[in-house]
């Protein structure tokens, strides 16, 4: 299965759904302030501009940092996929069944998973790491990932590896990680504004959760029964 244009805006999609996320949004500016060594008050100082500029630095050496990481993963798994090619049609029975489950339980139609919810972190940096210790603190975010997000990265890695070539797979993560960090990057260039905004959506996560699982369900679906090809076909 190619990287078609509708996979990589499926992809793309899931990248921003994460970033909304309820165990993202409530937590940027101040994960943001703490990775530049910039806090909120000097945001609406004399100097605003340049401790704006600063957070953004960091949030964008933060997003290439995930971004790697990602990328990497969905080479590595085509790559796996494609030593296995004689089973491809078995691969998608297996893959379409965990997206199926991975979107129930972002529904929260199935019980806690305990794997799903544990979190792996790098602890030893601390604030004002340097633009280098952003790309670093990204990097082991995307080793790391938080439960609620696992499930929707975890099913775009499984369709990564349901793409036939290491380049549609890396290209897939590529996207998703381009619609995860798009909203990084907005909160990191108006980040004093943002948080009034992110308070908001607060409110609204649990259709997030409801909206993301059901994309899951559906690309389980179309996974498990082998007919992206027929979906892409209607959606041209």
Sequence with gaps: MAADPLTLAIAGGAGVLSFFSPCIVPMIPAYLAHISGVSLAELDGKDARGAQLR????????????????????????FLSQQIGGFQLLLSRVGGVIIIIFGMYTMRILPTIPFLERE???KSLKQRTGYFGSAFIGASFGI??????????????????????????????????????????IVGLFTARSANLIKRINRRLGIVSILSGALLIGLGIVVFTDNFSRLLSLFL
């Design 55 to 78: 957070v953004f630095k960091h949030s964008l050496l933060f997003v290439v940092g995930f971004a790697g990481i990602f990328v990497l993963l969905g080479s590595s798994i085509s």
């Design 120 to 122: 792996y972190k790098i």
């Design 144 to 185: 790391g990932w938080t439960p609620c997000v696992g499930p929707i990265l975890a099913s775009i890695l499984v369709l990564a590896g349901s793409s036939g070539t290491i380049a549609s797979g890396a290209s897939l993560l590529t996207v998703f990680s381009i619609g995860l960090a798009v909203p990084f990057l």
